[in-house]
Protein backbone atom coordinates (compact mmCIF):
# COMPACT_ATOMS: atom_id res chain seq x y z
CA UNK A 1 0.00 0.00 0.00
CA UNK A 2 2.88 2.37 0.74
CA UNK A 3 4.16 1.42 -2.21
CA UNK A 4 1.38 3.25 -4.43
CA UNK A 5 0.31 6.36 -1.88
CA UNK A 6 4.45 6.96 -2.79
CA UNK A 7 4.17 5.49 -6.33
CA UNK A 8 0.99 6.98 -7.75
CA UNK A 9 1.24 10.86 -7.05
CA UNK A 10 5.12 10.93 -8.46
CA UNK A 11 3.71 9.31 -11.45
CA UNK A 12 0.84 11.92 -11.82
CA UNK A 13 3.05 14.68 -11.77
CA UNK A 14 5.55 13.42 -14.18
CA UNK A 15 2.92 12.59 -16.58
CA UNK A 16 1.49 15.84 -16.32
CA UNK A 17 4.78 17.73 -16.78
CA UNK A 18 5.29 15.50 -19.44
CA UNK A 19 2.20 16.18 -21.45
CA UNK A 20 2.92 19.07 -23.40
CA UNK A 21 5.76 17.10 -25.07
CA UNK A 22 2.92 14.74 -26.43
CA UNK A 23 0.39 15.00 -29.55
CA UNK A 24 -2.95 13.19 -29.05
CA UNK A 25 -3.96 14.85 -25.95
CA UNK A 26 -7.53 15.54 -25.22
CA UNK A 27 -7.56 19.67 -25.80
CA UNK A 28 -10.01 20.19 -22.44
CA UNK A 29 -7.73 20.63 -19.57
CA UNK A 30 -9.79 18.23 -17.24
CA UNK A 31 -10.11 15.45 -20.02
CA UNK A 32 -6.06 15.68 -20.19
CA UNK A 33 -6.21 15.25 -16.39
CA UNK A 34 -8.09 12.32 -16.64
CA UNK A 35 -5.41 10.59 -19.52
CA UNK A 36 -2.68 11.39 -17.07
CA UNK A 37 -4.39 9.84 -14.11
CA UNK A 38 -5.36 7.02 -16.49
CA UNK A 39 -1.24 6.73 -17.22
CA UNK A 40 -0.34 7.24 -14.14
CA UNK A 41 -2.34 4.37 -12.75
CA UNK A 42 -0.72 2.53 -15.54
CA UNK A 43 2.59 3.20 -14.46
CA UNK A 44 1.26 2.04 -11.18
CA UNK A 45 0.76 -1.00 -12.48
CA UNK A 46 4.76 -1.37 -13.50
CA UNK A 47 5.74 -0.22 -10.71
CA UNK A 48 4.00 -3.31 -8.71
CA UNK A 49 5.41 -5.44 -11.17
CA UNK A 50 9.33 -4.03 -10.79
CA UNK A 51 8.58 -4.61 -7.05
CA UNK A 52 7.82 -8.21 -7.63
CA UNK A 53 10.46 -8.70 -10.09
CA UNK A 54 12.74 -7.33 -7.70
CA UNK A 55 11.12 -9.36 -4.90
CA UNK A 56 11.76 -12.36 -6.64
CA UNK A 57 15.44 -11.70 -7.76
CA UNK A 58 16.64 -10.61 -4.66
CA UNK A 59 14.28 -13.11 -2.41
CA UNK A 60 13.16 -10.30 -0.45
CA UNK A 61 10.32 -8.14 0.12
CA UNK A 62 11.64 -5.56 1.50
CA UNK A 63 14.83 -5.80 -1.53
CA UNK A 64 14.49 -1.77 -1.58
CA UNK A 65 15.84 -1.45 1.91
CA UNK A 66 18.08 -0.22 2.81
CA UNK A 67 19.14 1.78 -1.07
CA UNK A 68 21.93 -0.30 -2.73
CA UNK A 69 23.12 1.04 -5.84
CA UNK A 70 23.47 -2.45 -7.76
CA UNK A 71 19.86 -3.53 -6.64
CA UNK A 72 18.74 0.10 -8.29
CA UNK A 73 20.70 -0.39 -11.16
CA UNK A 74 19.23 -4.10 -11.68
CA UNK A 75 15.65 -2.93 -11.08
CA UNK A 76 16.14 0.65 -12.98
CA UNK A 77 16.93 -1.33 -16.50
CA UNK A 78 13.89 -3.72 -16.22
CA UNK A 79 11.81 -0.66 -15.53
CA UNK A 80 13.58 0.53 -18.37
CA UNK A 81 13.22 -2.18 -20.93
CA UNK A 82 9.26 -2.31 -19.85
CA UNK A 83 8.35 1.39 -20.43
CA UNK A 84 10.41 1.43 -23.46
CA UNK A 85 8.31 -1.67 -24.79
CA UNK A 86 5.35 -0.17 -23.84
CA UNK A 87 6.00 3.46 -25.28
CA UNK A 88 7.04 1.71 -28.43
CA UNK A 89 3.95 -0.79 -29.02
CA UNK A 90 1.67 2.83 -28.06
CA UNK A 91 3.38 5.03 -30.59
CA UNK A 92 4.30 2.75 -33.90
CA UNK A 93 1.68 -0.03 -33.38
CA UNK A 94 -1.11 1.39 -31.62
CA UNK A 95 -0.84 5.01 -32.61
CA UNK A 96 -2.46 6.18 -29.42
CA UNK A 97 -0.30 9.46 -29.18
CA UNK A 98 2.75 11.20 -30.88
CA UNK A 99 5.37 13.22 -30.45
CA UNK A 100 5.74 17.28 -30.54
CA UNK A 101 7.67 18.29 -33.24
CA UNK A 102 10.71 19.54 -30.57
CA UNK A 103 10.70 16.39 -28.81
CA UNK A 104 14.00 14.36 -29.53
CA UNK A 105 13.25 10.71 -30.99
CA UNK A 106 16.13 8.21 -29.25
CA UNK A 107 18.22 6.55 -31.89
CA UNK A 108 17.52 2.84 -32.64
CA UNK A 109 15.19 2.65 -29.96
CA UNK A 110 12.38 4.99 -32.02
CA UNK A 111 11.00 6.12 -29.21
CA UNK A 112 11.22 9.98 -27.34
CA UNK A 113 12.95 10.93 -24.80
CA UNK A 114 10.66 12.05 -22.04
CA UNK A 115 9.43 8.35 -21.86
CA UNK A 116 13.08 6.58 -21.60
CA UNK A 117 13.92 8.97 -18.98
CA UNK A 118 10.86 8.48 -16.74
CA UNK A 119 11.75 4.83 -14.97
CA UNK A 120 15.63 6.47 -14.59
CA UNK A 121 13.90 9.14 -12.44
CA UNK A 122 10.64 8.46 -11.36
CA UNK A 123 11.43 4.54 -10.31
CA UNK A 124 14.47 5.20 -8.34
CA UNK A 125 12.78 8.17 -6.31
CA UNK A 126 9.88 5.96 -5.85
CA UNK A 127 11.78 3.02 -4.45
CA UNK A 128 14.38 5.68 -2.18
CA UNK A 129 11.34 6.91 -0.96
CA UNK A 130 9.93 3.59 -0.33
CA UNK A 131 13.18 2.79 1.45
CA UNK A 132 12.87 6.01 3.37
CA UNK A 133 9.30 5.36 5.24
CA UNK A 134 10.30 1.65 6.13
CA UNK A 135 9.30 1.26 9.55
CA UNK A 136 12.40 0.02 11.64
CA UNK A 137 12.85 -2.13 13.75
CA UNK A 138 10.11 -4.95 12.18
CA UNK A 139 10.12 -8.28 12.72
CA UNK A 140 11.35 -10.55 10.13
CA UNK A 141 9.11 -11.55 7.54
CA UNK A 142 8.52 -15.07 6.04
CA UNK A 143 8.72 -15.20 2.14
CA UNK A 144 10.01 -16.21 -0.99
CA UNK A 145 11.42 -19.32 0.73
CA UNK A 146 13.17 -17.89 3.72
CA UNK A 147 12.90 -15.39 6.48
CA UNK A 148 13.59 -12.06 4.97
CA UNK A 149 15.22 -9.18 7.36
Known sequence: MRLLIIALPAYFVWEML???????????????????????????????????????????WRWFA?????RFAVVVLTGVIVHVAIEWVMVHRLGRWGYQPWHPIVPLLGIGIVPLLQPLG????????????????????QGLGRAIE
Not at 21 to 37: E, I, N, Y
Not at 66 to 70: A, L, N, Q, V, Y
Open 18 to 60: QAPAFTGMPPSWWAATAVCALAAAGDGVIVLAVFGIGAGLYRD
Open 66 to 70: PPRPG
Open 122 to 141: VLPFVFWALARTEPRGRAPV
